[in-house]
């Protein structure tokens, strides 16, 4: 039996599909429009194509026999869905909803789903449990949400089970220094002061110093992406052996760090300073956004293995590279 990694050639779907090999046998489907043929693990088989496209499904589910589908292929830039909302709903819900009946034409009945914390929106409290409401601001954040309702009427009729993992903010590298983060534009904070760290870019831009928080800058939780393809792989054993179906986790260390503080911490990393400006908010940040990782810690016994300085040293290393 193989699982189908969907975004396999991602910055999240690579470091997962490290995880699975040895343990499963991978294929990876990616169209490779937002992936790199340089994050493809050679040992998965790789199907190049679109988890819309109805005749590459069928190829796929007929030609192996895949027992689950891990769904990390979409577009995943907030800002950008505000522009080109039909380009979200089109390849986050529109593709998907395609991949899913395929699933089901073709018997597959394990779904793990990559959300995010954008379905809460500005949340009331400061730490968000599974039980804080939802009320996604933008269209990606939307896009995710509608797919976990889709998933939620699924498991009510047909032989289909899913696991959702809302993710708060990915960050690091692979403990091999092979692979890492890294997008095209890059538009998120670590990778940002790692270049300019390095000198590729001349400085590096504050948003917003008057937030509501200790130092005025915005609280994430950062969360390794090692870290997080384990997390996959405890939901996916735990389908197996009937301790988690149709279950909704949040994905993140728990703790909140200001963009001061990130920035503080890369540059004792790196050994030097950063080059910073100050300008006003970027348009739809929270000012906070923590996860409780309680459930994923009770229910699936995840752990986090790396605290944030481990998480900028990975980091670092791969920047380097
Ligand atoms: N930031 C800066 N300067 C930059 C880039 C980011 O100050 O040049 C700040 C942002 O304002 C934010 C923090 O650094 O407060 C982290 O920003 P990122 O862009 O790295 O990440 P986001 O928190 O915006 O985005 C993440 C995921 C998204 C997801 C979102 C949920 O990458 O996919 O969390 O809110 F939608």
């Keep these: 039996m193989s699982i189908l990694v969907c975004g396999g050639a991602g910055y999240i779907g690579s470091h997962t599909v490290k995880e699975l090999i040895g343990k499963y046998e991978v294929v990876v489907l990616d169209n490779l429009t937002t992936g790199f043929p340089a994050l493809l693990d050679e040992r998965a088989i790789f199907i190049e194509g679109d988890l819309g496209d109805p005749v ?13 589908v891990f769904h990390f292929a979409a577009n995943s830039l907030v800002g950008e869905s505000v522009q080109k909302p039909l380009k979200y709903y089109s390849n986050n819900v529109g593709a998907t909803v ?11 009945g394990k779904f793990i ?11 009331e409290t400061d730490i968000i449990t599974e039980e804080t409401p939802t009320n996604p601001i933008n269209p990606y954040g939307r896009s995710k949400l509608m797919v976990e309702q889709i998933l939620s009427d699924m498991a009510q009729v047909y032989d289909f089970q899913y696991t959702v993992l809302r993710y708060f903010n990915a960050a690091g590298a692979h403990p091999s220094g092979q692979i890492g983060e890294s997008h095209d534009p890059e538009t998120h904070l670590i990778p940002l002061i790692m270049e300019q ?3 590729h870019r001349e400085k590096i831009s504050v948003f917003g110093t008057d937030y509501k928080t200790a130092d005025g800058t915005c609280i994430r939780d ?35 760090y200001s963009v001061k503080e990130i ?22 940040d929270p000012a906070v956004l923590v996860a409780s990782a309680g459930k994923i810690r009770e229910v699936l016994g995840w752990t986090p293995g790396y605290d944030l300085e481990e998480i900028i040293k990975s980091a670092w290393k791969w920047h380097n590279k």
């Design 56 to 68: 590459v499904l069928d190829r796929v589910f007929t030609e192996h026999n895949i027992d689950a």
């Design 98 to 108: 395609v991949l899913l009946q395929k699933m089901i034409e073709h018997g597959v």
């Design 113 to 123: 789903f990559s959300s995010t914390a954008a379905t809460y929106g500005i949340p």
């Design 197 to 199: 760290l390095l000198g």
């Design 222 to 256: 950062y969360i390794h992406v090692k870290d997080l393809a384990d997390a996959h792989i405890l939901a996916y054993e735990g389908m197996n052996n009937g301790k988690v179906s149709n279950e909704v986790f949040n994905l993140g260390n728990g703790e909140g």
């Design 263 to 284: 920035i503080d911490v890369c540059e004792k990393v790196a050994g030097k300073k950063a080059v910073v400006e100050y300008t006003d908010r970027r348009h739809g």
